[in-house]
């Protein structure tokens, strides 16, 4: 049985928050790697750092001001969770295939992510969870 791990970090809204989430769960992965006592493998790696980049650029693209990213180690994988000020939850569409409008994001976290759904936040805001495994 593997003992919970969080970090959180609060990130500013700004296009560098995207960045920052990626640092950030880079270094929450190093660090839950070492309290297992064996790799994750790239696939696991790489989905758990889309899934945070992808959660953020969306609370930053489609919500006024700040947001916040919180990781949790779970025995059988990662809780990925987005808050930001937006009541409106986020919406699966079909990806633009003319490449300008988007659509694709959401739905790669949809297919990456064991567990997808958005639960209303304090005030008016709204928090985004997607569970991965390890």
Known sequence: ????????????????????????????????????????SQNTLHAMLLVASELVSNAVRHAPGPCSLCLTLHDKGVLVEVSDTSPVSPRLRAPDTTGRFGGWGLQMVNRLAGELHTVPGPGDGKTVRARLPW
């Open 1 to 40: 049985m593997t003992a919970n791990m969080q970090r959180r970090i609060d990130l500013d809204g700004t296009t560098q928050a995207p960045a920052h989430a990626r640092e950030t769960t880079t270094s929450f992965l190093a660090e839950a790697e070492r309290l297992r006592g064996r790799p994750a």
